[in-house]
C-alpha cells in the first residue's frame, strides 16, 4: 500500500464568465417526473468529477473548449432534460422542468503543463476549486442547472474537463453515457451510438408498496446512540492498492473462501477503518456497499437507461466483532450484502422510499463504497484519446471510491480516496501496513 500525496501545485487559472450552453435544436417543453429511487434524500447532492488529457499531435489546431461545447450542444438535443431545471411538486416529488435553458459552461485556461502535476493525477485534486466554476446562485438543487462544465487548457496542450451534476438525475453510469454521447458526437457522429431512455416509471413504487426486503441502510433506529465521528479537521488522502497488496490481502483468507479484489479491499478498508475510530466495542458499524442494479432486471432495462439504478445493501456488526474477528469475517459480511441486490430487493426499496417519506440511508458510524474501476469514466474520448485519469474529484466523510489508476512504475491498480479526522487518519494507515505486514507483504510504506 502506498500512500499518494496530494497535489502542492498552485497555478493560476483565468476563467471566461460562466455562459450557459442550450440544446442545438429545439427540444421538447415538458416536465418529466424523476423515479422513486432518483429523488430519494440520499441523492440530493451534487457529485464533482474530472477527466484529465494529454496534448494529442494529430488533434493539432484544435481548440478543446470550442470541440467540447459544440458536442454538448448537439448532445443536449437527445439528453435534454440536462438542459433543464428540477422543480418539487406534491410531497416533495421531484421532477424536470425542460425548459432547455442550458447547462453552465466556463471556458477557463491555466498557466501549467500535465508534467507539472507530476505523480499526482488521483485525488484528493486540492486545487479542484481552480479547475470548476461554481457560482454561488447555481448551488441549489431546484432551479439551478442540473449540470456544470469547465473546459480548462493546460500550457502543453492538454487540457481538464471538470463537472458537477445532480445526483438525482443519474448515477455514475448515466452520467458516463451522456459524456460518451458528448464524445461520440465531439469525433464526428451525428447521435451517440446508444439512444437515451428516460422511462423512470420503471424505477418506481408498486400500488400499493410493499416492503419485502430487510432494509439495514435505512434503519435510523440507532442514529442517537454512541459514538459519531468529528466533521473537523479532516484530512483526505488516496491510498494505491496494486497486484502485490490485494494478493498480500487474499492470503489473509482461507483458500476455501472464494473472494474478489472487491470483497477483500473492503473488508480491510472497513475493518482498519472501525480500528482507527476507537468506537465502542458495542456500538453498531455499517458497511453500505452502493450495486448498481442494472443487471438484476428481468427483462433488462432499456439499455439506454440513464436514471439512477442504484441498491444500498447493508452489512451491520458491532465494533469488537468487526476488529477482534480474523479478515475473513469481514469478508464473508461484505459477500453476504452484496448477493442482497435483486429486483425483488430494489422494488422494496423503491416501495419503502414512498411510504417513509425517502430518507437518506443512516450514514452514522457507516463506511460506503463505491466501485468505479467498471465506470469507464477514462474511456471518454473526446478526440484527444483515453484520459489521463477520470472520475471523482475528491472522496467524502463517509464513501470511498474504487478507481482505476496507474502508478508511475505503471502498475495498475485501485485508487482509494479517503476522508478522516486527522489523528484517525494516521490511525487508519498504521493499520492498513500492519495488515499487509503480517500477510508477508514486506514493503507496505
Excluded at 492470503?251 to 475510530?277: E, G, K, Q
Aim: some cysteine.
Amino acid at each position: 500500500m502506498a500512500l499518494l500525496q496530494p497535489a502542492s501545485l498552485v497555478f493560476t487559472v483565468r476563467r471566461q464568465e460562466p455562459e450557459l450552453v442550450v440544446p442545438a435544436k429545439p427540444t421538447p417543453r415538458e416536465c418529466k417526473m424523476l423515479s422513486d429511487i432518483d429523488d430519494q434524500d440520499g441523492h440530493r447532492f451534487q457529485i464533482r468529477g474530472l477527466h484529465i488529457y494529454r496534448c494529442n499531435g494529430s488533434m493539432q489546431g484544435e481548440d478543446p473548449v470550442r470541440v467540447i461545447r459544440e458536442a454538448l450542444a448537439k448532445a443536449l438535443v437527445f439528453y435534454y432534460p440536462f438542459a433543464g431545471r428540477l422543480k418539487e411538486g406534491p410531497d416533495g416529488k421531484l421532477m424536470v422542468d425542460c425548459t432547455g435553458e442550458g447547462v453552465l459552461f466556463v471556458e477557463a485556461e491555466a498557466d501549467v503543463t500535465l508534467d507539472d502535476f507530476g505523480d499526482s493525477l488521483h485525488p484528493p485534486f486540492p486545487c479542484f476549486s481552480e479547475l470548476l466554476c461554481e457560482p454561488p446562485e447555481s448551488n441549489d438543487l431546484l432551479n439551478c442547472p442540473v449540470l456544470q462544465i469547465q473546459v480548462t487548457r493546460l500550457k502543453c496542450g492538454g487540457f481538464i474537463f471538470a463537472h458537477r451534476f445532480n445526483h438525482t438525475m443519474s448515477d455514475a453510469v448515466g452520467l458516463i453515457q451522456f459524456i460518451s454521447a458528448m464524445g461520440e458526437i465531439a469525433r464526428g457522429s451525428v447521435a451517440s451510438s446508444i439512444p437515451p431512455v428516460w422511462e423512470r416509471q420503471l424505477l418506481n413504487a408498486r400500488n400499493p408498496p410493499v416492503i419485502t426486503c430487510e432494509h439495514h441502510e435505512y434503519d435510523h433506529s440507532m442514529v442517537a446512540i454512541g459514538t459519531i465521528m468529528p466533521t473537523d479537521n479532516l484530512v483526505h488522502r488516496s491510498f494505491f492498492f496494486g497486484p502485490t497488496q490485494i494478493s498480500a490481502l487474499k492470503r489473509l483468507i482461507s483458500d476455501n473462501l472464494c473472494c474478489s479484489t472487491f470483497d477483500v479491499l473492503t473488508a480491510c478498508i472497513w475493518r482498519c477503518r472501525t480500528i482507527a475510530l476507537e468506537l465502542g466495542p458495542h456500538e453498531d458499524v455499517r458497511f453500505i456497499c452502493i450495486v448498481n442494479a442494472r443487471s438484476k432486471f428481468n427483462p433488462p432495462l432499456p439499455l439506454g437507461y440513464y436514471g439512477n439504478v442504484l441498491g444500498y445493501p447493508a452489512a451491520q456488526t458491532t465494533a469488537r466483532e468487526l476488529s477482534q474477528n480474523p479478515l475473513e469475517f469481514a469478508v464473508k459480511l461484505v459477500k453476504e450484502v452484496k448477493a442482497k441486490v435483486t429486483e425483488e430487493y430494489m422494488k422494496s426499496t423503491a416501495d419503502l422510499l414512498v411510504t417513509r417519506g425517502r430518507p437518506n440511508v443512516n450514514t452514522v458510524r457507516s463506511l460506503i463504497v463505491s466501485d468505479l474501476t467498471r465506470a469507464r469514466f477514462r474511456e471518454v474520448d473526446f478526440g484527444w484519446g483515453k484520459a489521463e485519469f477520470g472520475g471523482p474529484a475528491n472522496g467524502r466523510e463517509i464513501i470511498s471510491f474504487y478507481i482505476p489508476w496507474k502508478n508511475k512504475e505503471g502498475k495498475e491498480g485501485i485508487a482509494v480516496p479517503v476522508c478522516l479526522p486527522a489523528p484517525v487518519m494516521e490511525s487508519f494507515a498504521k493499520e492498513i501496513n500492519r495488515m499487509l505486514t503480517e500477510s508477508g507483504e514486506v514493503t507496505a510504506a
